[in-house]
Structure formats: C-alpha cells, structure tokens
T-cell receptor, first 108, second 113 residues
Framework: AQRVTQPEKLLSVFKGAPVELKCNYS??????LFWYVQYSRQRLQLLLR??SRESIKGFTADLNKGETSFHLKKPFAQEEDSAMYYC??????????FGAGTQVVVTP | DAGITQSPRHKVTETGTPVTLRCHQT?????MYWYRQDPGHGLRLIHY???????DKGEVSDGYSVSRSKTEDFLLTLESATSSQTSVYFC????????????FGPGTRLTVL
C-alpha cells in the first residue's frame, strides 16, 4: 500500500541552525515525490519536486530509494521558514498521498 | 496561484443541511482534485476529476459527491453535513500532464454545528 510517513509533528530550531525534516514512503512503483509548504492559514505551495533536483529558498531534498526516504534539508534556518511542511507521493494517476505534516518553528 | 479560486471561503452550517463548495480555474486544466485537511492527517483526497463529467473516488469519499459539467468548475457537495465533515477543504489542479505536481486553491473553512 502507498504510504507517506513524517515522524515529527513539530520541529523547533534556532535561527541559523540546520533543519532536516524526515519523510519516508512506501510505494511499489517508481515514486514521484514532492515537498509542499503551508504558511499560516494560506494555500499549500509546491516547494520541491524530486525530479528536478532543484534548490528552492535554500531547501534541498534527495530521493534515497534504498532507504525509501525523501528528507528535506536546509543548512541555515530563517524565521520565515516557520510553516507546516508536507511530503507527498504521487501515484501513476497523479493522485497525491500526503504525510501528516511537520510544523517547523524557527526561534530567533 | 494557477488561477484557482474557491467559494465560499468560510461557511458555518448545521448538521443535516446540504452544502456545496465550488472550485473554479481559469487555465483549462484537465485534472482537478478535492482534499480535506485535518490535524494529524495531513491532506486526504476526497474525489478527483480527469475531465468533464469524468470523476472518481478518493480515499475519503463517503458522504461527498462531486460534479464537473464544465472544465473550469469542480463542485463538491455534502448531501447532509455532519460534524465530522468540519474541516478545511482544498481544491487542486494538476499543472501539467508530464509531472504530477498539483497547485492548490486558497481553501474553504467549513464548520458543521
């Protein structure tokens, strides 16, 4: 069965410290993975897609098929990074399965 | 924002009443989706559409129906609202058919008393 697990509900970090959000998945096919961010009471915004291997707002994520992980990382957290982050897995029909989300709080 | 709007943005209703939420897009996207967002569950797919009059169920479709009579509009109906349907509802479109990334509307906050 398709599943996305984000083990941390809340991640509290200091400004300037590194931050890593964990995402593990289970999927029998070739996965297509995304990270979405939701700032307070706003719409979800696409942050990263694994296919393009790009860096957005200093965030990167690497797909590790051996460990079935797609962890999100940023070397130096900023206060504006405080938000809810969702990892999502797409099936072959384009339907997204979301993790439960990780709330990131960056304190000065 | 990929030209996606949702209406109403907020609604309070009573148990047993019918409710219809509207998602409107301006860019002629083929695929549209309805999700509900609940703490501890992330977003869960309710229904989706892959064209006019072509719809299918998602993970949590019980108690919901959808219709898509025009490309630009995707309606979500709660036939008889229950308190368990209190949630934030998001509509999404698939941006391209090459990649499966989706773009989301602003959401509708629904409270069922």
């Amino acid at each position: 069965a398709q599943r996305v697990t984000q083990p941390e509900k809340l991640l509290s970090v200091f400004k300037g410290a590194p931050v890593e959000l964990k995402c593990n998945y289970s999927y029998s096919g070739s996965p297509e993975l995304f990270w979405y961010v939701q700032y307070s009471r706003q719409r979800l915004q696409l942050l990263l897609r694994h296919i393009s291997r790009e860096s957005i707002k200093g965030f990167t994520a690497d797909l590790n098929k051996g460990e079935t992980s797609f962890h999100l990382k940023k070397p130096f957290a900023q206060e504006e990074d405080s938000a809810m982050y969702y990892c999502a897995l797409s099936d072959s029909w384009g339907k997204l399965q979301f993790g439960a989300g990780t709330q990131v709080v960056v304190t000065p | 924002d990929a030209g996606i709007t949702q209406s109403p943005r907020h609604k309070v209703t009573e148990t047993g009443t019918p409710v219809t939420l509207r998602c409107h897009q301006t860019e002629n996207h083929r695929y549209m989706y309805w999700y509900r967002q609940d703490p501890g569950h992330g977003l869960r797919l309710i229904h989706y559409s892959y064209g006019v009059k072509d719809t299918d169920k998602g993970e949590v479709s019980d108690g919901y129906s959808v219709s898509r009579s025009k490309t630009e509009d995707f309606l979500l109906t709660l036939e008889s609202a229950t308190s368990s349907q209190t949630s934030v509802y998001f509509c999404a479109i698939r941006g391209t058919e090459k990649y499966n990334e989706q773009f989301f509307g602003p959401g509708t906050r629904l409270t069922v008393l």
